[in-house]
Structures are given as C-alpha cells and as structure tokens.
C-alpha cells in the first residue's frame, strides 16, 4: 500500500484534494435544494396603532411684525435688545427732535390745538345751550312772520304818510287790503325764517348728539393724524411679544425703510403643513400632532391642528391644502423659522391585530397575508383598517393571535402591498 502511494507526487496529491472538496461541495449544494426555502417570520401581535398624515413645515410665531422707520432722523435712545418682553405700545427707540423733518415737529402743535377742539365739543355745553336758544329765537320770528302773512289775507289797518296841500307829511289811517307787493314781501320773509328755523334744529339736534356728531369724528380725526404723523418719531410694540431681531444703535442716521425691531408673540407657535388633497378629508380641527426637528435631537414635541384650510392651492399639478398645527409644549430650544416633520394623528384604534405592511401582498385585486402553518405558506384574503407606516389593522381575516405571518414570501406570491 505504501508502495502504491508513493507512486503519486505531492502535487498530484494536492490536485486530487481539490477535486474532492468540489465534488463534496457539489453534494451538499444538492442535497440543500431538495430542502423547503427559509422563511422569515412574525409572530402576529395585539397593540394600538396610530394613523398618521405627514408633512413638513416651518416654525412661525403666533404673531409677527417687522419694525421700520417712517421718517428720518437720528436715533436718540434704544430702549429694547434682543431677548426682551415687552408689552404692548412699549416704546422701543426714539429719534432727536432736532433731526426730524418740520411736518413732524409741527406734528405736537396741531396735536394740542385738535385735542383741544375736541374737549370742547366732548365736554362743552356752552354750544348746545346757545343752539337751544337759536331755536328758541328762530321759532318765535317764524311765528310773528307766519301771523302777518295771514293777516294779510283779509283787510288790515294801512297806516301811509301824505303830503297836504302845503307840501306837509300827514300820517293817514284807514283799513284796507295789503298790496301784491306787500304780500309778496311778506311771503319772502316767512320762507327766510323757516328756512333759519330749520337750520337752528339742525344744529341742535348735531349737538344733541355727543361724541357721534360729525364734528367730533372729524375733531378725533384731526388728532389721530397728528398723533400718527409724531409717532413716526417713535418706534413702538404693536403687541405683547419678544424682541427676535434688533439693528439699531444710538446716533445711528435712519431714513424712510430703515429696519429696527423685529418682535414675535412666542406664548403660541405653529406651524402650517400641505396636505395633499387625497388626505384632506381625513384631517379636522382638534387631532393631534407628533412633530420632530432635524435641530433638537432626540426629543418629540406635540401639537394639535387649529385650523384646516378649505381652498386648494395648485403647485406643478398638485392640490394641497394648508393645515395649521399649534405646539402644545414648546420650549426654548423650538424658534421661528426652523423646520419641522409633523406626523397628525388622523385615527387612533386600540387593542386589535396588527398585520405587517411588509407581509401583505395584492393578489387578483385583494390583500393576502401568508401564514405559515405545518411548514407550509397559507395564503388568508385579509380586509385591513387602519394604516401607518410600518402596521395594518386587521379587519377581517383567518388570522388569530399567534400566528406566524411570512414578511418575505417569494415573488410569485403576489406583489407588495401598494403594488399590482
């Protein structure tokens, strides 16, 4: 036997082994391919699932203002930096008098002048009491005016001056009746003191009125235009808020335009999503929201949408409505301006069957889910509910808790879920 081995050299034994693990190689390779395909399963569970719209947006402030000079000048005084609360009509910055333009320097004058005039006409009775009497006047000539027309009509004593046969004026009484001239004159001077009648109520009655005359709106009007043309002078708060954005030193020249403040009310923060129209009907006032930022790692906020648009919006061809989402715990890590993934929770169900997305497949038009039972995928039509990312609700099915689900049945099984 030693002989017969010595025969062949060490190559030629190194050849022969490496023929040999091929060939045992090749049996195994066989033998395995008789053997049933490896599946990958899940045990089918009970849990709650939350249906989700997705979308992204950007931070805003409850509201936001951006404050701009009206006029030129010198900045005096800034009273406001970045970081800063403030109340409403807060003044923030104020120009030198001296380097206003004159319409706003005469701007104080014609304040106090309006102010006055309206104090008058708000405070005053002195014009209401001498209206009255106007009345008073013009109703009492009326009547002496309307009682000698009428006289008039019949005969009345005609007093005239003549002359004697010696030239001397002679006063001559007689009764008689008025002449056309008379008459005429007489209706001329009824119609003047009616008309002055009419016009002394008028003005009465405007006075009767108070503060919702028209001379006091035109007076308060009068005085809210001076008040707005000083306040170009001032750059104040329009609202309860923080200073987000400050540019202004003191000396600073400003002109017409020139950026100052910019202020947000950060005690509510939103956020406005587009949702496609396919979900639309799906979102109302009221749900809830997760939101996550690329900025604030590792930590999720929530929300509650406050406001579905109704009107569409077409962009390249697709429909989408705004949704307005509100933070319910923001803090100061959350700004305006960042961006933001909002996950709204449009149907919530609880303690039922959860099918993984991934195990459905779309066979003739239905959902079938293989359960692997006695070694073997069984194929169950399934109807499913409520959908998130990754889980199904099962509506209906042959499918009980427990059971093993195939998430990668082969190919010819059917198409994914979502696909033909």
């Known amino acids: 036997m030693k002989q017969f081995f ?7 034994w190194i050849i022969i082994g490496v023929v040999a693990v091929i060939l045992l190689c090749v049996v195994i390779s066989s033998l395995n391919s008789t053997e049933e395909p490896l599946y990958q399963t899940s045990a089918v569970e009970r849990g709650n699932l939350q249906a989700f719209v997705g979308a992204t947006g950007t931070v805003r402030a409850k509201q936001s203002a951006s404050l701009v000079w009206q006029t030129t000048g010198i900045v005096e005084s800034v009273n406001a930096e970045i970081g800063d609360v403030v109340t409403k009509d807060t003044i923030l910055a104020n120009l030198s008098k001296t380097s206003l333009n004159q319409s706003v320097i005469l701007a104080e004058a014609d304040l106090v002048s309006a102010q006055k005039d309206l104090d008058n006409l708000l405070n005053s009775n002195t014009a209401l009491l001498e209206a009255e009497q106007a009345v008073e006047d013009a109703e009492e000539a009326y009547q002496k005016a309307y009682n000698w027309r009428i006289e008039l009509n019949g005969k009345i004593d005609i007093k005239e001056y ?4 010696f030239g001397n004026l002679k006063l001559k009484e007689y009764r008689g009746y008025a002449s056309e001239e008379t008459i005429a004159q007489a209706d001329r001077d009824l119609a003047l003191a009616e008309s002055r009648l009419n016009d002394a109520r008028r003005e009465y009655e405007r006075l009767l009125q108070g503060e919702d005359s028209a001379e006091v709106a035109a007076a308060k009007a009068r005085v809210e235009a001076a008040q707005a043309t000083l306040n170009q002078a001032y750059l104040t708060a329009p609202f309860d808020g923080t200073i987000t954005q400050a540019s202004l030193m003191e000396g600073d020249q400003v002109t017409v335009g020139t950026a100052g403040f910019r202020i947000d009310d950060l005690s509510s ?6 949702v496609s129209e396919v979900d639309i009907n799906n979102v109302v006032v ?3 929201a ?16 406050v406001q579905v ?3 569409g919006e077409t962009v390249q061809g697709v429909v989408s409505f705004t949704v307005t989402v509100e933070l319910t715990d923001a803090d100061e890590l959350v700004k305006p301006g960042m961006t933001t993934a909002v996950n709204i929770v449009v149907e919530e169900v609880q303690d039922v069957i959860l099918i993984p997305n991934r195990a459905v497949r779309l ?3 239905q959902r079938v889910v293989y359960v692997l039972r006695d070694n073997q995928p069984l194929p169950i039509t399934v109807t499913l509910g409520a959908s998130s990312d ?14 093993l689900i195939i998430l990668n049945p082969p190919a010819q099984f059917g198409g994914p879920f979502g696909g033909g």
């Open 269 to 274: 923060l939103l956020v406005d999503v587009q």
């Open 286 to 288: 009221g749900q809830k």
């Open 390 to 403: 990754t889980f199904s609700q099962l509506a209906s099915g042959d499918i009980n808790e427990g059971d």
């Open 309 to 311: 648009g109704q009107a």
């Open 290 to 305: 997760t939101l996550t930022f690329d900025a604030i790692l590792d930590k999720n906020y929530e929300g509650v949408v």
């Open 6 to 12: 010595a025969r062949f050299s060490r190559r030629t």
């Open 162 to 165: 003549v002359q004697d046969q």
């Open 363 to 365: 066979i003739d038009g």
